[in-house]
């Protein structure tokens, strides 16, 4: 009589204690960390992820290099995490990488910079119709017409080699008396190569009437070029990505405009597609094409950017 009583106390002890959460490893893999839109990106992931204390999220910086990339995506995969979201430095250096983290059961998803290899998902800025946006507003402000040149972005991120498109594309059909005299890529999406590549426009062209660097931290050093050459207020400068130094800039009429995303809110989208997968074990998409989601563009002027509120700038 008294060992079943035993049991039954032990028994109701165990109903009671509660069920231990799984721990869950999300991995952050962008293309360098510190950067203003890799920032916004996390926070706005970690405004999601806060409300979970059994999700551990580690943050990798690849400091701008496929390779060191490609070393931690192997280095997550054989630790077993979770979920990856990805950053992709190069569309096609990264994709083996992805298929091999989805064979092993990691969802993988990329934000902006995806790869071409088919992966779960991908948060993106609508980059065609950022470069759309922008030509169609630069070319309201030319008065549709002027030499223009565009700062490339790094070969191998499609993000840029779309909004470039999105640009030529405004251009072409909307303003046939403006040229496009000029284009080079920034290697690393750096400032300060894009204040190198400026200069070389500025000497070529003595009638620049205006500049797409397909990033703002290239409108910024084109800028600052345009700035130290005397010749700022003759040249219509347009960003992409909206960053909180550059919307400043606007509002200075330093910098005529960028196409501005909500990175913050992106973040969040991605976070919680995350949680959704981990709660719900669905394991990586068996979709035969990755699920993009496209945020639409803003396009920020000095006219405009006041629209943005001040806790939306990253």
């Not at 394991?283 to 006041?306: C, D, H, L, N, R």
Request: hydrophobic share 45%; with cysteine.
């Amino acid at each position: 009589m008294k060992k079943t009583a035993i049991v039954a106390a032990l028994l109701c002890v165990l109903l009671v204690v509660p069920a231990v959460a799984q721990t869950y490893k999300v991995a952050y893999i962008p293309q360098s960390i510190g950067q203003p839109n890799t920032n916004a990106w996390l926070e706005g992931m970690m405004r999601v992820f806060r409300k979970y204390p059994n999700v551990k999220v580690q943050s990798f910086d690849a400091q701008l290099k496929a390779e060191l990339q490609v070393s931690y995506m192997d280095d997550v995969i054989n630790q077993k995490y979770d979920a990856i979201v990805l950053q992709a430095m190069d569309a096609a250096a990264l994709s083996a990488s992805v298929k091999a983290a989805e064979a092993k059961g990691i969802p993988v998803i990329t934000v902006n910079l995806a790869t071409i290899q088919k992966h779960t998902a991908s948060v993106q800025m609508a980059d065609i119709s950022a470069g759309y946006a922008v030509g169609k507003e630069m070319g309201k402000q030319l008065g549709g017409k002027g030499n223009v040149v565009i700062i490339q972005s790094p070969p191998g991120a499609i993000l840029g080699v779309n909004r470039e498109k999105g640009f030529r594309q405004a251009m072409a059909e909307l303003y046939p008396n403006i040229k496009i005299v000029g284009a080079q890529s920034a290697e690393g999406w750096k400032k300060e190569i894009a204040i190198t590549i400026m200069n070389g426009f500025l000497q070529a062209n003595k009638e620049l009437a205006g500049v797409f660097a397909v990033n703002d931290n290239m409108a910024e050093g084109a800028m600052i070029a345009a700035e130290a050459a005397g010749r700022l207020d003759q040249i219509k400068i347009w960003g992409a990505n909206g960053q909180k130094s550059t919307l400043a800039l606007i509002e200075q009429g330093k910098i005529a405009g960028t196409a501005y995303n909500n990175s913050f809110a992106q973040g969040s989208l991605i976070a919680e597609m995350v949680m959704e997968n981990l709660q719900k074990k669905l394991g990586p998409s068996k979709a035969a094409e990755t699920k993009v989601i496209q945020i639409p563009p803003f396009a920020a002027t000095k006219e405009t950017v006041g629209q943005i509120a001040a806790e939306d700038r990253w």
